[in-house]
């Protein structure tokens, strides 16, 4: 449902850029972009601390890649942001998605670093919070209790109240859902002004 719910933040705030942070295999890359050309606008910039060369090849083979752009760098330096900065022009509206290390203080650093380049009505999406519900899963570690992206979520909006962590409307609802099922619990953050 995350990203059912995405798409449709997608296409209400029709960003001219979406910063996507954690690249992986680039699949999200391509769904963002794929979205954008159906919407008629947008691209998308994916950053990386490491993108795999089989990865790259893989999305610069792909018929959607003259509508992302690649950055490798640490997502939270300084360098790395004036990269992605250099990417957007002055008048784009950006949506911000982080999906990187999700560790708090990661999180709250890249909240920190991208925040200023969401515009107002757009969002900045935390993704991944469900991992302070895994905690005894296989896999799982001990601190993600508290080591994760809904808290870095909870501590960074208390200090900015030019942001709001609100749900997306749910448009299609024609039941009683009331509650989404999701991996991105007080994920959206919506930028007030």
Not at 77 to 82: D, G, H, I, W, Y
Not at 183 to 190: N, Q, V
């Amino acid at each position: 449902e995350d990203m059912f719910r995405l798409q449709e933040v997608i296409y209400r705030t029709k960003p001219d850029v979406i910063v996507e942070t954690g690249v992986a295999h680039g699949g999200a890359l391509v769904f963002y972009a794929g979205l954008c050309r159906l919407i008629g606008k947008g691209r998308v910039i994916g950053v990386d601390v490491e993108i795999r060369a089989h990865n790259r090849a893989a999305l610069e083979a792909h018929e959607l890649f003259d509508a992302i752009t690649l950055i490798e760098g640490d997502s939270a330096a300084p360098a790395t942001l004036a990269k992605v900065k250099a990417a957007i022009g002055a008048r784009d509206s950006v949506l911000v998605l982080l999906d990187s290390n999700h560790a708090k203080s990661h999180v709250l650093a890249e909240l920190d670093t991208y925040a200023p380049l969401v515009t107002p009505g757009s969002y900045i999406v935390a993704m991944d919070g469900i991992m302070e519900n895994l905690v005894g899963a296989p896999r799982s570690q001990p601190d993600w209790r508290f080591n994760n992206p809904r808290q870095a979520v909870r501590e960074w909006s208390a200090a900015h109240p030019e942001f709001v962590v609100e749900e997306p409307e749910f448009l299609f609802n024609e039941g009683m859902v009331r509650e989404r099922v999701t991996y991105w619990p007080d994920a959206y953050l919506r930028r007030l002004r």
